[in-house]
């Protein structure tokens, strides 16, 4: 298995400001996700971060929106851009499991309210 | 049409009951399922996969009807603990996307 630690866990912010939510995990792995789970929606895919090239985004999610890092192959951050009402959610990192068993590990989230 | 579409409850049962959940998923091309557990206010994690035989895990069976596109999941003898939402995944034959349905509310009741 895999732990990974997100950070902050929570936070409130203000309309029209940035947060940036940091995902470190304990191992190695080559693909690290970014999700979205909205109240009393299922979980949604934002991007897949890579190491050493950029993220690849889903449909209805744009860098300029969620910028995403990915400096080495434990860490990443994902970035809530001018953010509305409408991004409060919580975001969670995931990562695969490394024998490919098709396993998703999650963070604890980062539940993000703006105001 | 939603990749995958659950029931979402909520189901409110009494201790020591039997309950099932079902899924259906749109794209027959799909290769892996998964049940996930997600408890209030934390992060999803794997109950069980599910596999075309059928798998069992304990009070845990799990179902997959690929003709019909449907996987379910069988509780049997409820606890307490097993109070949570229940998360039905899909993941393609190509491509990073998992798929989750929108969960399935279980509470077990004393």
């Known amino acids: 298995s895999a732990v990974i630690s997100q950070k902050p866990s929570r936070d409130i912010c203000q309309r029209g400001t940035s947060l940036t939510i940091q995902c470190q995990v304990d191992s190695q792995v080559t693909m690290m996700f970014w999700y979205r789970q909205q109240p009393g929606q299922s979980l949604t895919l934002i991007a897949t971060a890579n190491q050493g090239s950029e993220a690849t985004y889903e449909s209805g999610f744009v860098i300029d929106k969620f910028p995403i890092s990915r400096p080495n192959l434990t860490f990443s951050t994902l970035t809530v851009s001018n953010m509305s009402p409408e991004d409060s959610s919580i975001y969670l990192c995931?990562?695969?499991?490394?024998?490919?068993?098709?396993?998703?590990?999650f963070g604890e989230g980062s539940r993000l309210t703006v105001l | 049409r939603k990749e995958v579409e659950q029931d979402p409850g909520p189901f409110n049962v009494p201790e020591g009951a039997t309950v099932a959940f079902n899924c259906t998923y749109s794209?027959?091309?799909?290769?892996?399922f998964f049940w996930y557990r997600q408890d209030c206010r934390k992060e999803p994690k794997l109950l069980m996969s599910v596999y075309s035989s059928g798998n069992e895990d304990g009070r845990f069976t799990a179902q997959l009807n690929r003709a019909s596109q449907y996987i379910s999941l069988l509780i049997r003898d409820s606890k307490l603990s097993d109070s949570a939402t229940y998360l039905c995944v899909v993941r393609p034959n190509t491509g990073n996307q998992f798929y989750f349905g929108t969960g399935t509310s279980l509470t077990v009741i004393p």
């Open positions: 794209n027959s091309a799909s290769q892996s």
């Open positions: 995931s990562v695969t499991d490394r024998r490919n068993t098709g396993e998703l590990f």
